[in-house]
């Protein structure tokens, strides 16, 4: 997305990695005041909206009003607002009767334990899959067909048969919880098959044009092996999209992970957010997508730098 | 919370004299599936303390403060850390818990409780009788409870006084025969939980007198205890005294039940509720697995009928849908048998108030609930097979749940009797499952066409909660009907002082509101439904409730 | 959708122009014609599910509950006795209309936001721009979940939620295609020419600017069948007795150890129109891209 807002003109690398920042700033900015006005222009009294099922009692009121400055003028408001999140401070649940932050802050580790894993298994994955059926037709055809399969089956799905199969009937892994280690790799898995879909196929492509390139005739001709070659050279050529898109993914795990907290009973930020939803329990929910925004952008962010760090060229590219 | 569906109930029995001592075999409620359930008894001789057991529970609660928690289901993590005055033996006598003793003025209307001296909250504040009347202060104020305070029992109370350091009396407005359930079954919590941040949602900051003290909650995972060493109050009905045997337990919530039948069979988690009807065979063929299930009292789980809004105020509506349903068939492909119908309006546990005659007298009639809804105007039918009126409207009973307080299948039955009813008399069920403020809602604006609920705790005060008019207690009167009858009939019973006339106004309530005004479909008998590995011993049925008990008295094989 | 979808990368990254099929070139791609066959069959059950002359999906019958695919119920039958092959043919009509509908709900708003951020002045192109990243900054189940809480569920906000999340994506490209047409000598002709702006929008810049909707479009019905199937799974879509794919899959699940079939068989038809409407959207791109100059 930072691409689309790249320089026109030729710049240094200083002025683009600023350039990127700001842009991050700006989006930030739009996210959060997108949320304020979301809350603002839905319909009915926006005290019983924030409530949810809460009890609604005059204290209760009292405090909604307060935090959110309902008596000022909506600019007033709206710059309160902002100084709040400014200070990490995502409002209150009235629900839960808890800081939104602390509600989420209680499951955030389950939650980024179980994106951390799933992004290290998509990517080693995704890179064993490809280097092995890279360029070899009947493999590729093979891996390709599996990929498209794997993108085209719903996670939950996905989960459902992992969990029959790898938990009920073969007992090998727990069926629930986030105890150990072995409750993880389930999960992960699931939202892991699900990125490989995605990515596998860009990284290929990437790579068989990359072992087309005359540079790869002449590594080999230098005798370095097949697979030297894949690993060492042909990767770092065909990363970039793929850095790209795994930087989409990744911004997206978790949405997915949602699904997967739901099908394996993990505790984390979708149950929260399922919860929450159930609820009606609009700060909280607001306070979920705030942090998946937030994550979204810094990691698409990190991805832009690290595409500049692989490929200088990029600086000042035009999109 | 406006509903509260769990059961802290007020009984007919008002024995004067406490059994003091009596110690019933709590297994005499509980059925298990084999014949070598140890039972607590049995468990006693080779108890081995120490360990941890975990518990698979299919609903999450809300909140964990006892007083303001309205889950049937989540009732039995509250037995592990909160206590009552007193609990009940398997027959309904009183039994001491945190009070040895107690009397009733003849007039009715004054109750003392004489209160241990060696009790201590777990925080260390003392269970005094200041504690316990700060308790109830709290309980009537509007802001901690607005849906009890000033209701049903508390609305009869005049004034809670401090006679004593350890005696306490409650005098209350006018006679009120449910009174001692419901005074002797609150939890009591300390004082000071009422200025701790953790009162609305629960936890460690809500210290109770229990064998076992919360130790954490984490939200959508699990509730822990630990047990605590110097607990020396057990009551009579316990297997043993002194301090609880197991070091910790852990009630993980795991809604899929898929999934906790998994857990337990992979012996992830050591006991699970929530059973599905298939999920039964499971665990009785698996020899690892204690199949566990007992009667509950209360009410049973039935299908409340409106008579004030929609196509249910026409009485020849509500007993075209009562003949239309053929209940039986729907039980026995759901829960393949192992699951029992309702016929009454309490569950058949309480013999003093079930009425037998109700059995098979309603139901499975196609061809009167067809006729009914001709006469009534329904008798057009639109393109997808339901019947419509004269205006072109639809037979529309709209039926709202809310996950919360869904378990057991209950939303497979009540799909079943949605294509039934459609099939067999061209109704339409709308059944929508949304959030609880969105239930409260409509509870409130009385819109909706019928609704399902169940009250666990005591027959007696359920028909108080589903009878009275709202404004005088009826706290879940979903069916928004009262008449003069059922006024009379209630108040004869609540003032009453004789157990056979009690019991005759309540049977005379359920079989008008049934038989006569077709206002409520009895669907499953109240039954808890518990699997454990055999690796665990004495998970039992509390006495006389029928509900899972704490876990005071379990313990388990070391690996 | 939370799933990347093949073809659903930002700014086309790594799309390869795979130049074996031409257009015109007379070869029969096997794949193609099951995926198109396979597809209009799906279409036909949408339009006339009665044609198949499969029972009343509603249709319960208690005693005959959770029996195995025999010749009375070729898919078996689910917990209630619904005959599962039904229930599945009865499905399909939700999976794709509202897979549709939030498709062009994508488009409607989509692709006119993209032709005036492509034709505007640098200062609205940004605006519109930042608008659209702000927008794709939530991830799109997140997002749906969020106006789902905001609106209550239903078909309706399950439509709209599923396609407000397609807009960025809808309006990205035709954006970068408007830029790029813009761009061209001929359109710079038809200006100097004199005709009006209008016209030349009308007539040369669209035409071209929305080339590749109907490919992103395929891809992009793909991924709201996955979002509604798993909206319905997490209890978000449609209210029982619904047969909708994913809601089928969720109350099946709890029956998996003694019934595979009521979870299996929504489960494969999901992933089988998934998989022929994403490989027809793959084929389809490839004969974009090779027949695009550049």
């Known amino acids: ?319 | 919370m406006a509903l509260r569906t769990n059961g802290v109930f007020p009984g007919l029995r008002r024995p004067r004299v406490l059994a003091l001592g009596l110690v019933v075999c709590a297994t005499l409620t509980l059925s298990a599936c084999s014949d070598a359930d140890p039972g607590p008894q049995a468990a006693t001789g080779q108890a081995v303390p120490g360990g941890s057991v975990t518990w698979a529970f299919e609903v999450e609660p809300d909140t964990i403060n006892p007083q303001l928690n309205g889950q049937t289901r989540v009732r039995p993590l509250f037995l592990n850390a909160y206590e009552s005055l007193l609990t009940r033996d398997a027959r309904g006598g009183y039994v001491p818990l945190l009070a040895t003793d107690y009397s009733v003025s003849d007039d009715g209307l004054v109750y003392t409780f004489t209160l241990r001296d060696d009790v201590t909250f777990s925080n260390g504040e003392a269970l005094d009788a200041a504690a316990v009347k700060a308790n109830f202060a709290k309980l009537n104020d509007p802001d901690y409870d607005s849906q009890a305070a000033g209701q049903g029992p508390l609305a009869k109370l005049a004034s809670v006084d401090v006679a004593g350091p350890h005696q306490v009396t409650f005098t209350l407005t006018e006679p009120y025969s449910p009174f001692l359930a419901y005074v002797s079954s609150v939890f009591l919590v300390a004082p000071s939980a009422y200025d701790s941040p953790d009162i609305t949602a629960g936890g460690p900051g809500v210290a109770g007198t229990g064998p076992f003290v919360i130790d954490s909650f984490t939200e959508g995972q699990e509730v822990r205890l630990v047990r605590r060493d110097d607990y020396d109050w057990a009551p009579s009905i316990a297997a043993h005294t002194g301090p609880a045997y197991l070091d910790s337990v852990t009630y993980r919530f795991l809604p899929e039940a898929s999934v906790r039948l998994g857990a337990l069979t992979s012996r992830q988690v050591d006991v699970i509720d929530g059973l599905g009807g298939n999920d039964v065979e499971v665990v009785k063929g698996d020899d690892r697995l204690e199949y566990q299930s007992s009667s509950t009292t209360g009410s049973p789980w039935s299908l409340y009928l409106n008579a004030s809004a929609g196509p249910t105020q026409d009485i020849r509506v509500r007993e075209a849908l009562v003949a239309a349903a053929d209940v039986d068939t729907i039980l026995k492909s759901v829960y393949r048998g192992n699951r029992e119908r309702a016929w009454s309006n309490v569950n058949s546990a309480e013999v003093a108030l079930y009425d037998p005659a109700l059995e098979g007298t309603y139901g499975n009639d196609p061809a009167l609930a067809n006729r009914l809804l001709d006469e009534a105007g329904w008798a057009a039918r639109d393109s997808d097979g339901y019947r419509v009126n004269a205006a072109g409207a639809r037979l529309t009973i709209s039926i709202y749940t809310t996950p919360a307080f869904t378990a057991d299948s209950h939303e497979v039955v009540l799909q079943a009797l949605q294509a039934q009813l459609r099939q067999s008399a061209g109704f339409h069920l709308d059944i929508q499952s949304v959030d609880q403020g969105t239930w409260i809602d409509h509870f409130v604006a009385v819109d909706y066409g019928a609704s399902d609920n169940s009250i666990s705790g005591e027959g007696a005060t359920a028909l108080e909660w589903h009878w009275l008019a709202k404004e005088a207690g009826g706290a879940v009167n979903l069916s928004n009907f009262s008449d003069a009858k059922t006024e009379e009939w209630l108040a004869q019973a609540a003032s009453s002082t004789d157990p056979a006339e009690q019991a005759e106004a309540y049977r005379a309530l359920q079989r008008y509101v049934i038989l006569e005004q077709f206002l409520v479909l009895p669907l499953i008998e109240g039954q808890s439904q518990i699997a454990a590995g055999r690796w665990v011993h004495g998970v039992a049925a509390r006495p006389y409730f029928g509900e899972p008990s704490n876990l005071y008295d379990v313990w388990r094989d070391r690996a | ?294």
């Open chain 1, 1 to 319: 997305m930072i691409r689309g807002l790249a320089a026109e003109a030729i710049l240094g690398p200083v002025v683009s990695v600023s350039r990127r920042l700001g842009s991050l700033v700006l989006v930030l900015w739009g996210t959060v005041t997108l949320t304020f006005f979301a809350v603002h222009a839905a319909p009915g009294d926006i005290v019983r909206l924030l409530i949810g099922q809460g009890h609604d009692t005059p204290e209760v009121r009292a405090v909604i009003a307060a935090e959110w400055g309902l008596d000022r003028p909506l600019l007033v408001q709206y710059a309160g607002y902002l100084g709040r999140l400014l200070h990490g401070d995502l409002g209150t649940s009235y629900v839960l009767k808890r800081p939104v932050t602390e509600v989420i802050g209680a499951q955030l580790a389950s939650t980024v334990e179980l994106a951390v894993t799933a992004t290290a298994l998509a990517a080693l994955l995704t890179i064993l899959i490809t280097t092995l059926t890279a360029g070899r037709r009947l493999l590729t055809r093979l891996a390709g067909a599996g990929e498209l399969l794997l993108a085209s089956t719903p996670e939950f799905w996905v989960g459902i048969l992992l969990l029959f199969v790898f938990s009920f009937t073969l007992p090998w892994f727990p069926v629930a919880g986030a105890g150990d280690l072995s409750a993880l790799v389930l999960p992960s898995l699931t939202l892991a098959l699900g990125a490989v879909g995605g990515l596998a196929p860009v990284l290929r492509d990437g790579l068989e044009r990359a072992l087309e390139q005359p540079f790869a005739l002449t590594v080999r001709s230098r005798g370095v092996s097949d697979l030297g070659l894949r690993v060492r050279h042909g990767l770092r050529h065909a990363s970039i999209p793929t850095l790209n898109l795994a930087g989409f993914a990744v911004g997206n795990l978790l949405g997915g992970a949602v699904i997967v907290e739901q099908v394996f009973g993990r505790p984390g930020i979708g149950q929260v957010a399922l919860r929450a939803i159930s609820s009606k329990d609009i700060p909280t929910i607001l306070g979920v997508a705030l942090l998946a925004a937030f994550v979204f952008v810094v990691v698409s962010t990190v991805v832009d730098l690290l595409s500049l760090v692989i490929d200088p060229r990029l600086v000042g590219a035009a999109s």
């Open chain 3, 1 to 294: 959708m939370t799933a990347v979808a093949p073809d659903d990368r930002p700014n086309g990254v790594g799309q390869r122009r795979v130049g074996q099929l031409r257009v015109g070139q007379l070869r029969v791609d096997p794949v193609l014609i099951a995926t198109a066959a396979g597809l209009a069959l799906t279409l036909l059950i949408v339009v006339w599910p009665g044609a198949t002359g499969v029972a009343d999906p509603l249709a319960a019958d208690p005693s005959r509950a959770l029996e195995p695919p025999s010749a009375a119920h070729l898919l078996g039958t689910d917990q209630l006795g619904r005959d599962v092959l039904a229930r599945v043919i009865h499905g399909a009509r939700y999976s794709v209309l509202i897979a549709l509908a939030a498709t062009a709900v994508g488009i409607v708003a989509g692709v006119p936001l993209g032709l005036l951020a492509g034709l505007a002045s640098s200062w609205l192109d940004e605006i519109l721009t930042r608008f659209l990243d702000i927008l794709s900054a939530f991830p799109g189940l997140l997002l749906a979940m969020v106006l789902i809480a905001f609106t209550g569920p239903g078909s309706g906000n399950l439509v709209l939620a599923l396609g407000v999340s397609s807009v960025p994506r809808f309006a990205r490209v035709v954006r970068a295609q408007t830029k790029v047409v813009r761009g061209q000598g001929w359109v710079e002709h038809g200006v100097t020419l004199g005709l009006p702006r209008r016209v030349v929008v009308a007539r040369h810049v669209l035409p071209h600017a929305i080339a590749a909707v109907p490919v992103l479009a395929t891809v992009g019905l793909g991924g709201a069948t996955l979002g509604a199937a798993a909206l319905s799974f997490i209890g978000l879509g449609l209210a029982p007795p619904s047969p909708e794919w994913g809601a089928m899959l969720s109350e099946g699940r709890n029956y998996l150890r003694v019934a595979w079939w009521i979870s299996v068989f929504p489960g494969l038809a999901l992933t089988s129109l998934v998989l022929a409407i994403f490989t027809l959207g793959r084929r389809a791109q490839r004969r974009l891209e090779s027949r695009e100059p550049l």
